[in-house]
C-alpha cells in the first residue's frame, strides 16, 4: 500500500456539483453512526495497539480517536456560528500540534468516545432540522480563504469521520488485529 493511501485510504473529498437532498441525507446518516462504528473498533484495543500509529511518521490510534473530538467539537460550534452570524470568520487551530498535547498521546480513549457520542447525537439532531436556506449559510475559513456552506461541511465531515475510521480499520486489517 502507498503512502498515499495509508493517508488517505477513501480519497480525498470531492465536493459534488450539486448536493441532493438524498445526498445530505447520507451523510447525516454518516455523521450520526460515527461515534458508535469508531467504538466498536476500538474498544477491545490495549494499550499498545491504540498507540501504535496507523501509517509510518502518523499518528497513533489513540491520537486519531482524541483527534475526531476535538475536529468535531470545533465542527459543531463552526455549525452553531454559521447559523447564528452572518458569514463568521472561523478560528483554525493547528492539529498537529494539538495532536501532540498530553491529552491526546496519553490519555485513555473513554472521555473522547463518550464526547464524540453525546456531541454527534446534538449535531445530526440539529442537522435534521436545517431547511434549504441554512444549509447554503457560509462560514470562511481564512487558512483556505474560502467560503464553506453547512451543506458542504456536512459532506466534509461525514467524510472526516470515515476518513480516520478507515485508518484504524486498515491499520487492524494489517496488523491481524
Request: glycine share 4%.
Amino acid at each position: 500500500m502507498s503512502q498515499f493511501h495509508e493517508r488517505y485510504p477513501i480519497g480525498q473529498f470531492e465536493k459534488p456539483s450539486v448536493i441532493s437532498a438524498e445526498q445530505l441525507n447520507a451523510w447525516i446518516q454518516t455523521i450520526a453512526a460515527f461515534p458508535a462504528k469508531l467504538k466498536a473498533e476500538v474498544i477491545t484495543l490495549n494499550d499498545e495497539q491504540l498507540n501504535t500509529p496507523y501509517r509510518q511518521d502518523g499518528w497513533t490510534i489513540r491520537q486519531v480517536v482524541h483527534h475526531t473530538a476535538d475536529s468535531h467539537i470545533n465542527a459543531f460550534t463552526r455549525f452553531k456560528l454559521t447559523l447564528t452570524e452572518d458569514l463568521p470568520v472561523i478560528k483554525p487551530y493547528d492539529e498537529p500540534l494539538w495532536a501532540e498535547l498530553a491529552d491526546s498521546k496519553n490519555y485513555p480513549i473513554q472521555s473522547s468516545l463518550l464526547i464524540l457520542a453525546g456531541l454527534h447525537d446534538r449535531w445530526t439532531a440539529l442537522l435534521h432540522t436545517l431547511g434549504p436556506n441554512e444549509l447554503k449559510r457560509c462560514y470562511v475559513h481564512p487558512a483556505h480563504g474560502k467560503h464553506v456552506s453547512l451543506e458542504e461541511a456536512i459532506g466534509m465531515y461525514a467524510w472526516h469521520s470515515q476518513h480516520h475510521l478507515a485508518h484504524i480499520t486498515t491499520l487492524k486489517a494489517r496488523m491481524n488485529w
